[in-house]
């Protein structure tokens, strides 16, 4: 007990309490209030705890009454909040939310910390305790590092000339990081090339020479919001602030901030499916139906209008269906109501998925190739392996689907970078989806058509303007595979879907499809055999390309081995199989 007790005293010293008139100084540490009365000192935590001072998960936490006494109050508890008596008085409420100074009611700012509590926002905290008007600073850490506090008295000075604020994307999926950096990197040498200094926000370390100030803090609107006010850079970048983008340049229009590239309206047009739909009918292509449910018979009978297969969305998880069965089992357990409905959309089986890298500049497009994706739609875009130039895609398919794009960026008038995923079913297109920013894919098409499509971004960013040569049609085969854990996690469903797996990627180039996706697997860890046996065993859906498949697979060299109902209908086609056992029946199987 004697060590924790030397382990919070230092932790302690490190937070000097001040008289009520003077400001709190911590460089690293946040004040929040819950919602039942206990105040927590914290960097990024999601928990409040009801004892004495605590050390949890890297975390201090603090009692609301242990900090009352700190300014010299004296304190009484009560089950429904905490009165404190000293220059002024103060009474905190659990039952009503909110806090009294000197019989004067003041309501406090709320917020739903991830863990569901509630919890006082710190602004309001620090203006109770110290009667000051708190404001965020900036303290230098290195030569280029700085970090958020409050009310310190150590300024960092201002970096002189024009800026640019580059917001990062933030904590994201394991093998998105390289492209995301990548991106951010590769903007800061463009922006610099055009004059500006560049600033940089994100929750990562990274060389102190890619950027003339970084900022390694959350991607929350207040710690946005609180580096604006600092900096007050000449342009605001959140092309590469990935799915943070749309929310955080709402915020910043909200408080008066001009973000350069895309307004807040049209992330909301390309993330809501009813108003995306709307766009594509405006530029006449299809799109895929897609309606929201709050109740089971409803979805049921939702799905059955669409026709199955349907792709399902609830909470971020999605899954493919493909009968009423199936979906039922699905969703019976979910919890659907008007503020958690599950999203059905038509789901295109066995079309051809199609993406686009570009940039626009108010209402003109620059596209430097289009990627097909070499497993069917419906596949992550995140998981699909690519292939630059299209194999499938016919000239009519491809100035129909740069048509289609040439619409969509007039009517969305933006300036910098766009994703756009098309599909062909049957050789018709539908319109996928659209994000503006950095995708995954970017580095990809860079690299493959030699060219620095992040510089071009941001230039149409900052003058308006898009190259005036279009690039010269690639001579070479490029592949992006994906690379998956299967290796580690051995007993995961190594089919994909919907959901992403993947963990990183790979490009491979040469002057056929053949040998650069060869390339491509042994770089991804799976080398192709070149000669063996090959299971075949399709589900229903799949067995009109049985024949086909197996006459591939045996040309190639391969020994063809499938189950009792395969084998009768390749023997029907004349095509040799070996027929061998399923495990229930016998040995020996498979």
Not at 482 to 494: G, K, L, R, S
Request: hydrophobic fraction near 40%.
């Amino acid at each position: 007990f004697s060590a924790i007790a030397v382990i919070i005293t230092m932790l302690l010293s490190n937070v000097v309490f001040a008289s009520p008139a003077k400001k709190i100084y911590s460089d690293d540490i946040e004040l929040v209030m819950a919602a039942d009365g206990k105040i927590a000192f914290f960097d990024g935590a999601d928990t409040v705890l009801d004892k004495t001072p605590y050390f949890a998960d890297d975390v201090l936490m603090i009692p609301a009454e242990y900090v009352l006494e700190s300014y010299g109050y004296t304190v009484s508890k009560s089950d429904t909040g905490l009165k404190a008596e000293g220059e002024s008085e103060i009474e905190l409420s659990i039952e009503s939310n909110s806090a009294k100074i000197n019989g004067e009611e003041k309501t406090l700012k709320k917020e739903t910390a991830k863990n569901g509590s509630e919890i006082f926002c710190s602004e309001d905290i620090l203006e109770l305790l110290g009667d000051i008007e708190p404001q965020k600073a900036a303290i230098k850490i290195s030569d280029t590092a700085y970090s958020l506090t409050y009310n310190n008295a150590a300024q960092a000075e201002k970096l002189g000339g024009k800026t640019a604020l580059i917001i990062g994307a933030g904590p994201t999926k394991i093998g998105c990081m390289g492209e995301a950096r990548y991106a951010a990197v590769l903007a800061s040498h463009s922006l610099k090339a055009h004059g500006y200094k560049t600033i940089y926000m994100n929750p990562e370390k990274i060389a102190d020479n890619l950027f003339d100030r970084t900022y390694c803090e959350p991607i929350t609107i207040e710690d946005v919001i609180e580096v604006c006010k600092i900096e007050k850079p000449d342009v605001i970048i959140t092309d590469f602030a990935g799915t943070n983008a749309g929310y955080i340049t709402k915020a910043l229009e909200d408080n008066g901030f001009s973000v350069s590239g895309a307004n807040a309206d049209i992330y909301d047009i390309l993330a809501d499916k009813a108003r995306f739909r709307a766009l594509a009918e405006t530029i006449g292509v299809a799109a895929p139906r897609t309606e929201l449910s709050h109740d089971l018979d409803e979805a049921l009978a939702i799905a059955e209008n669409i026709g199955y297969p349907v792709l399902l969305s609830y909470n971020g998880t999605n899954k493919t269906v493909y009968s009423s069965g199936e979906m039922l089992m699905f969703i019976e357990r979910l919890e659907l109501n008007e503020e958690n409905p599950i999203r059905i959309e038509n789901f295109l089986y066995n079309a051809i998925e199609y993406e686009i890298d570009a940039v626009c500049a108010k209402g003109e497009i620059f596209i430097p190739e289009i990627i097909e994706h070499i497993e069917s739609a419906g596949i992550n875009s995140e998981d699909a392996a690519g292939v630059i130039p299209p194999r499938s895609l016919s000239s009519e398919e491809f100035e129909s689907i740069c048509t289609y794009s040439k619409k969509l960026a007039a009517e969305l008038e933006i300036s910098g970078l766009i994703n756009i995923r098309f599909a062909i079913d049957h050789g018709k297109i539908y319109l996928l989806g659209a994000s503006v920013g950095a995708s995954s894919t970017l580095p990809f098409v860079s690299k493959i058509c030699k060219t620095d499509m992040v510089d071009f971004a941001i230039t149409a960013i900052l003058d308006n303007t898009l190259p005036e040569k279009a690039i010269p049609f690639p001579d070479h085969f490029g592949i992006r595979e994906v690379v998956c854990p299967w290796d580690i996690f051995d007993e995961c469903d190594p089919i994909l879907g919907p959901e992403m797996h993947a963990t990183g990627s790979v490009i491979s180039v040469d002057d056929t499809f053949g040998k650069a996706f060869s390339k491509a697997q042994e770089a991804a860890g799976s080398p192709l055999p070149k000669s063996g046996k090959v299971f075949i065993n399709l589900n229903e859906h799949d067995k009109i390309y049985l024949a086909k498949l197996c006459r591939e697979f045996i040309g190639a060299g391969f020994e063809v081995l499938t189950p009792s109902e395969h084998y009768a209908e390749l023997k029907a086609e004349g095509i040799s199989a070996e027929r061998i056992k399923r495990i229930r029946e016998g040995r020996p199987n498979i």
